[in-house]
């Protein structure tokens, strides 16, 4: 499959521009600091459950068992991967817990939702997009149960996990998901179309609430901050390339599909989630914003790139 390699710059330039727009009308005082809290409340209760039970609304058949299963045991391993290169490298980088947290969360949870099923689509079609779903559907387990812990801990009161928390919307729109999905339940037109359109208002909304988080700091200490520089490198290029030589080097037969979206979607930048979960939960947004900034712009050279090298 020959893929344009301008056709996937363009996708990831979209999704930068966005952000770069809630830049500008927070700069203009067009949008105030209220707005971004009700903003993030309605993404993180409304449209992001919407766009998970919507990833997930196909019908169920034994014919793709094979590569959903190759792509949720590849997924698992990529963030056992992730999760270990964040334990090994994010102590050298900070002291500071709440930096740590940014850190570590940057390089375990990708933009493999808001930005990985738009490119997916471009480069694999419908057929890829529904593989994604996978792979998403271990990002959001591990989002709602690590990442919320990662991001909650330096401000909890509680020792050790707050199992509370688990309760969340992600977790019960996954559980929603994965039960239309298994029994293949046709939601009603009114209902799936309702889904669809707040799914698709997940991504402009997120991005635009990132850009105004962001116009927050100055731009100047985003370039100069060289820990963010190596979470970057690592998050965009060093991860996805070891996935890839990983998959390529194993004794496994799976379809090149299954390697492509694996890998693709581990070459995402860091998740609009890590800012709108910092600001949700009382976290350091500032640093989270300009990872999701400096990840994101870069991204526009490396996705390409590493979708070439597959």
């Known amino acids: 499959m020959k893929i344009n390699f ?5 996708q990831t330039l979209i999704l930068f521009l966005l952000l770069l727009a809630g830049f500008i009308i927070k700069r203009l005082k067009i949008v105030d600091d209220h707005l971004n809290k009700n903003l993030t409340n309605i993404i993180i209760y409304l449209t992001l459950p919407a766009l998970i039970i919507n990833s997930m609304n196909y019908d169920f058949s034994f014919e793709r068992l094979s590569k959903l299963a190759n792509v949720f045991i590849i997924t698992l391993g990529i963030y056992l991967l992730m999760i270990l290169v964040s334990y090994l490298l994010v102590p050298f980088l900070s002291k500071e817990q709440s ?25 694999y079609g419908s057929e890829g997009v529904f593989l994604a779903a996978i792979y998403n559907l271990v990002f959001n387990i591990m989002l709602w149960t690590l990442g919320v812990m990662i991001m909650s801990r330096s401000h909890s009161k509680e020792e050790g996990i707050n199992f509370s928390q688990l309760i969340n919307p992600g977790i019960i729109s996954i559980a929603i998901g994965l039960f239309i999905f298994i029994f293949s339940i046709k939601l009603p037109t009114a209902i799936s179309d309702t889904l669809e359109i707040l799914g698709h208002s997940t991504t402009p909304l997120s ?34 390339v070891i996935v890839l030589v990983m998959l390529k080097i194993l004794p496994w037969d799976f379809d090149i599909l299954v390697l492509g979206i694996s890998v693709i979607l581990t070459a995402m930048p860091a998740a609009a989630n890590t800012a709108i979960f910092a600001s949700e939960f009382d976290g350091d947004a500032a640093l989270a914003s300009e990872g999701v900034f400096l990840t994101t712009l870069i991204s526009i050279l490396t996705i390409p790139l590493i979708v070439y090298l597959i």
């Open 6 to 10: 301008w056709t996937v710059f363009n």
């Open 207 to 240: 991005m635009l609430v990132v850009g105004s988080i962001l116009a927050q700091v100055k731009l100047t200490e985003i370039f100069y901050n060289w820990r963010l520089w190596i979470i970057t490198i690592v998050r965009l290029v060093i991860l996805p």
């Open 99 to 123: 930096e740590k947290d940014i850190y570590q969360f940057i390089l375990i949870f990708s933009n493999a939702g808001f930005m990985g099923y738009p490119i997916v689509n471009v480069i």
